[in-house]
């Protein structure tokens, strides 16, 4: 390849064995480390257009594994399937964010990168021009007016309804000092505005309990900012550090947060907040519910313009996919071509069950649905032979006029029987143990420009500007994630350095 002066991928055949020990046979285990390394190692020749990867799943069925004791065997899940590791070497082949990667492949976990970027910065020791060219923004520095006042204001819940702004107040609380053990306190900068606050609100996250929630309960589900103290026993967050946080009680100024629940970030930026919520629930939904994301494939995303559909279009075009969206006007249209869509769908200008019949007559592979009732249908009846359709919401359904009412699907098990196909729920915080491992992998495809952050324009100042928020969301109008700034002092102060 580098003397053809041609681009193309090179996958190297490891094995789990090399990514930690087998004891029962060493030799094995460091001739494997040795090819993981080897591969690590060859990370520069992606400035040629030359990728090289290695695969390192952990047993598969052949003469050699089947000298494994099968107690072992059971233990691990079982051998991996063969069709597994040809969908990690696709994946490895058209993933271009990823050169002198290892695809860890397991039937307990699934396909992950090891290691993760997290674990990389660790050892990573970067030049200051390769800083230059990886990222737009200057290095965060903490404001130098950080002081903690004697009390905060914070927005919670006092009644169950799915109208918000009825369902909250705003109460001033104080902020207790010292911080407990293995705590933090954030100071929080921007929040995240989600569809599912009325859910929230209505106490619909709620179960296990016969009486529901008690009452009052803080709201908000994800922010991110600064950390203003630290308890005892925290040795790994230092005061000033950036912080993302996504724990209920994000509407507030000063959040009191476990420590082991921060994930770090470089920036405190809006930017992050959309990766957070949405950004995850995009990310994860499409590798691990239903099945792998695989490439040359069609996809649809419906409600694409909006705080998560945004980043499911541009991962789905990332991995090699034809992507379709639908979306409600012509800036949300605007904006989806800009990401990268193939075939944008505005059903204020087109009737969409009459475009998918038209243009994919052998229907669709992969459906990434938020929408809910009648567009649930519609998707459902487009989905190809073994078609995935993937349901990560129902906007349409949350905010009726008694709120958000269950669903009747007759002759839905004879239509997923007919055509082999797959209808997967998917809820992000039964999956928190990737949510660092993927927000890493967000922030390195925006750093590097492969991926875009759309933040609608209008700004929201101050906790007291929350229901309006989520109002103005609901409304439809939103294009982009929907972010309040919680303390528009730390917004100038940093437009000034």
């Known amino acids: 390849m580098q003397a053809m002066q041609k681009p193309g991928v090179i996958i190297n055949m490891g094995s789990a064995s090399g990514l930690y020990p087998m004891i029962n046979d060493p030799i094995y285990s460091g001739s494997k480390g040795g090819v993981v390394l080897f591969t690590r190692s060859l990370v520069p020749y992606k400035r040629q257009g030359i990728r090289i990867n290695v695969l390192c799943p952990e047993f598969v069925e052949t003469e050699m594994g089947s000298l494994i004791d099968s107690k072992l065997i059971n233990l691990m899940g079982g051998f991996?399937?063969?069709?597994?590791?040809?969908?990690?070497?696709?994946?490895?082949?058209?993933?271009?964010?990823?050169?002198?990667?290892?695809?860890?492949?397991?039937?307990?976990?699934?396909?992950?990168?090891?290691?993760?970027?997290t674990e990389q910065n660790k050892y990573m020791v970067r030049s200051s021009s390769s800083r230059k060219r990886t990222t737009a923004k200057a290095p965060f520095q903490t404001p130098l007016n950080l002081q903690l006042p004697q009390s905060y204001e914070k927005l919670v819940v006092h009644t169950l309804t799915h109208n918000f702004r009825n369902a909250t107040h705003i109460v001033h609380a104080p902020l207790r000092l010292p911080i407990g053990p293995h705590h933090v306190l954030v100071k929080i900068i921007y929040a995240g505005v989600n569809a599912s606050d009325v859910n929230f609100s209505s106490g619909r996250y709620f179960t296990g309990a016969d009486k529901g929630p008690q009452l009052p309960f803080d709201a908000g589900f994800e922010a991110v900012g600064i950390i203003a103290a630290v308890g005892e026993s925290v040795t790994n967050l230092k005061i000033g550090t950036p912080a993302a946080i996504m724990t209920f009680g994000s509407y507030a100024e000063f959040m009191m947060v476990p420590s082991k629940h921060i994930l770090p970030v470089e920036r405190p930026d809006p930017e992050v907040v959309a990766m957070l919520t949405s950004g995850l629930t995009a990310s994860i939904a499409l590798e691990k519910a239903g099945g792998q994301l695989e490439s040359g494939k069609v996809v649809l995303v419906t409600a694409a313009a909006g705080g998560t559909g945004q980043f499911?279009?541009?991962?789905?075009k990332l991995a090699g996919n034809k992507v379709v969206a639908t979306c409600g006007g012509a800036d949300k249209a605007k904006l989806l071509k800009e990401l990268g869509v193939d075939r944008v769908i505005d059903y204020k200008a087109e009737d969409i069950k009459i475009v998918l019949k038209k243009e994919f007559p052998k229907g669709i592979d992969i459906i990434y649905e938020s929408v809910g009732g009648h567009m649930f249908d519609l998707c459902l009846n487009a989905l190809a032979v073994y078609g995935r359709l993937i349901v990560i919401g129902m906007i349409s359904q949350y905010q009726g006029e008694h709120g958000w009412k269950p669903s009747n699907y007759p002759g839905i098990c004879e239509k997923l029987l007919a055509k082999s196909q797959t209808v997967a729920g998917f809820f992000l915080v039964q999956y928190?143990?990737?949510?660092?491992?993927?927000?890493?992998?967000?922030?390195?495809?925006?750093?590097?420009?492969?991926?875009?952050?759309?933040?609608?324009?209008?700004?929201?100042?101050?906790?007291?500007?929350?229901?309006?928020?989520?109002?103005?969301?609901?409304?439809?109008?939103?294009?982009?994630?929907?972010?309040?700034?919680?303390?528009?002092?730390?917004?100038?102060?940093?437009?000034?350095?």
């Open 312 to 316: 499911a279009v541009q991962l789905a």
């Open 432 to 497: 928190s143990q990737f949510w660092q491992e993927h927000l890493d992998k967000l922030v390195h495809l925006f750093s590097e420009g492969k991926l875009k952050v759309s933040l609608d324009p209008k700004q929201f100042l101050g906790v007291h500007s929350v229901p309006d928020a989520v109002e103005y969301l609901h409304s439809g109008k939103s294009v982009g994630k929907v972010v309040v700034c919680i303390d528009p002092s730390y917004r100038q102060q940093t437009s000034r350095l």
């Open 80 to 117: 991996v399937p063969m069709e597994m590791v040809v969908k990690g070497a696709f994946k490895l082949i058209t993933d271009e964010s990823n050169a002198g990667s290892c695809l860890w492949i397991t039937n307990r976990r699934g396909m992950e990168y090891w290691p993760t970027p």
